[in-house]
């Protein structure tokens, strides 16, 4: 039934068993401690740790809990939700306190009374409404924040769910492995919601720096159910598909071209396509005021959906034309395409494919662009196949956009390979979202790919900056 007054008691109520459940975990504390002496050994020690460990994980969880059960039923705070309830799209009521478990740092949970927000009883019945007041403190999925960011982390950085359930056990957290995944992609679902409002909130500027941008793609699997009967077990079948996540990189190198240790690189992915990693791209500059920067680089491999964008890119930041903006293909793959070339024409010796190519790589490497494009042209000349054409278009293209000059690369001190971009990929994608029988639901990889690429970044206190905003914030 919708709130009334007398419910209050129930608060009232539930602090004093609270402040009650404290002070016996403070006395059963006090005997353990005086009924410990001096450990004799290593394994005695371990033991003595283990045991004070639960006690004051037990201690911290009451103490926080009645902190928390105070503000729930404080009058400041209920205006909050009733102000949250009128920003809300259905028109929701206050159904009075209902107890409701909240699981802290240590794993212990407590039992406290929260007022329960619906649109009516029936869905309320059904357990459909809403803990505006844990909201509004940041308990969501029934942990606290802090206990919230702990899962979403191990979550993104181990090899998996199974591995983060076991480290959680051994800090004394039980979860079980739905509940970890669950945590782990809603902390990322409203902490990229959040940055998309107010910006990306990581500190520090690129005015003054030389910066390196790059892009690539990785490989992951997504699982799609497919139509049809189920199997005998009454699951859905299902097909996995190989996509293509795209990830950024922006970082800031030194005078001598290595990157600078006072800018913590910043990363990003998305599924969503090569539009949607150019978005977060401008998305990120502009925060972090490259327009203000002293040099840009943008370098990564050759494929055309990169280089058809870059364009675009410094339009909409207003860098068309700027002398300090540079785009540069990867050496190495460069390299690679020469190598590719030769090895098409079957009638040269092995010896003079090698002798050709390791010309063009000095050529390249030295900025003779015109004799290099020359040869290139002189090799491909006439119908050679598909295969000629690629590989013939592939180095023509670039070298002709200038995005070959590796000299003038060499001597701004400016990195000439994107192997910054290429570990990103392996630690990002490859060491947590790709490998055999692994494969995702679209949302939940995107949201992996946002809790890995931040985890390894070591901006993982911004992601949870954004994830524990306040909602009044948004409502307003």
């Known amino acids: 039934m919708p709130y009334v007054a007398d419910d209050d008691s129930k608060a009232a109520r539930r602090i004093t068993g609270i402040e009650q459940q404290l002070q016996e975990a403070r006395s059963e504390f006090d005997r353990w401690l005086a009924a410990g002496g001096a450990p004799k050994g ?19 969880a009451l103490a926080t809990a009645l902190e928390l059960q105070r503000a729930l039923a404080s009058p400041a705070l209920h205006q909050q939700e009733r102000t949250l309830a009128k ?34 009883q029936a869905r309320a019945e059904k357990g459909k409404g809403s803990y505006f007041g844990l909201v509004l ?38 979860m079980s492995i739905r509940r970890i995944a669950n945590v782990a992609y809603h902390f990322a679902q409203r902490a990229r919601s959040q940055q998309e409002l107010d910006g990306m909130g990581i500190e520090g500027s690129l005015a003054g720096k030389r910066v390196v941008i790059s892009t690539d793609g990785g490989r992951l699997r997504i699982r799609r ?59 990120y500059l502009r925060q972090l005021e490259v327009h203000e920067a002293k040099e840009v ?49 079957k009638s040269w010796r092995a010896s003079y494919r090698k002798q050709w190519a390791t010309r063009q790589r000095r ?26 054409a690629r590989e013939r278009d592939y180095l023509l293209r670039n070298a002709r956009a200038g995005r070959l000059d590796y000299a ?11 192997g910054s971009m290429e570990s990103a990929v392996r630690r990002v994608i490859n060491l947590r979202l790709k490998g055999a029988g692994i494969f995702w639901h679209e949302d939940h990889a995107e ?30």
């Not at 299902?238 to 030194?254: A, G, M, Q």
């Not at 015109?370 to 000349?381: G, T």
Request: net charge positive; charged share 30%.
């Open 408 to 418: 003038k690369a060499r001597r701004a001190k400016m990195p000439m390979g994107s």
């Open 225 to 283: 159910n497919k139509r049809g009967k189920r199997t005998k077990k009454g699951r859905a079948r299902y097909r996995t598909d190989w996509r293509e996540p795209k990830l950024l990189v922006i970082y800031v190198v030194n005078e001598k071209g290595r990157i600078a240790q006072g800018f913590a690189p910043v990363m990003d992915g998305t599924l969503q396509g090569p539009d949607e990693v150019f978005r977060l791209i401008e998305f």
């Open 42 to 60: 290593a394994s005695e020690l371990a033991q003595r740790e283990r045991e004070g460990k639960v006690l004051t994980d037990r201690l911290q």
């Open 363 to 388: 050529r390249l490497w030295r900025g003779e662009l015109k004799a290099f494009i020359e040869d290139v042209q002189r090799l491909c000349r006439g119908k050679r196949g598909k295969d000629w």
């Open 87 to 120: 920003a809300s799209p259905k028109k929701m009521k206050d159904f009075g306190y209902r107890p409701v478990t909240v699981q802290f740092l240590g794993g212990v949970e407590v039992e406290l009374m929260a007022r329960y927000w619906c649109r009516s």
């Open 297 to 345: 680089l943008f370098i990564a491999d050759g494929a055309t959906w990169i280089w058809n964008r870059v364009t675009e890119l410094w339009r909409r930041l207003g860098l068309v034309g700027v002398v300090r903006c540079r785009e540069l293909v990867d050496f190495y793959h460069v390299v690679e395409h020469v190598y590719a070339l030769t090895a098409l024409n």
């Open 447 to 476: 949201q992996m790919l946002l809790l890995r690429a931040y985890y390894k970044s070591k901006h993982w206190q911004v992601l949870t900056n954004k994830a524990f905003a306040s909602p009044l914030t948004n409502a307003a």
């Open 137 to 174: 403190l940041g308990v969501c999925d029934r942990t606290t924040p802090a206990l919230a960011s702990e899962v979403a982390q191990l979550a993104a950085a181990l090899s998996s769910f199974e591995d983060a359930r076991a480290r959680l056990q051994q800090m004394g957290v039980n």
